[in-house]
Nanobody, 120 residues
Framework: QVQLVESGGGLVQAGGSLTLSCAAS????????MGWYRQAPGQQRELVAT???????NYADSVKGRFTISRDNAKNTVFLQMNSLKPEDTAVYYC??????????????WGKGTLVTVSS
């Protein structure tokens, strides 16, 4: 089992910056993927960014050039640096952790979410 603890959400003005953090603990394998997803009221959850334990990154087109995902493998922590925030970035942001156990069992874990509100 893997536990995720998110932090860093809050209120920020349009054009501002905010950094999210998520720390994972538990039965963590060396090869895994961590990332951030978000869900606005009345909308479907969408991928924001992911990063593998090897450092490969993937971003949604809507955040490319504005958001940067990174991780500290020693601490099993993932970060999301959000710059040039827009009101449409307002959503609950969820930390995600994915790994496949050696026996072939894929496991997906989610944090409880942290709210990011961008005012205009």
């Amino acid at each position: 089992q893997v536990q995720l603890v998110e932090s860093g959400g809050g209120l920020v003005q349009a054009g501002g910056s905010l950094t999210l953090s998520c720390a994972a603990s538990g039965n963590i394998l060396s090869i895994n993927t961590m990332g951030w997803y978000r869900q606005a009221p009345g909308q479907q959850r969408e991928l924001v960014a992911t990063i593998t334990s090897g450092g490969s990154q993937n971003y949604a087109d809507s955040v490319k050039g504005r958001f940067t995902i990174s991780r500290d493998n020693a601490k099993n922590t993932v970060f999301l640096q959000m710059n040039s925030l827009k009101p449409e970035d307002t959503a609950v942001y969820y930390c995600n952790f994915y790994q496949v156990y050696h026996i072939g069992l894929p496991m997906d874990y989610w944090g409880k979410g942290t709210l990011v509100t961008v005012s205009s």
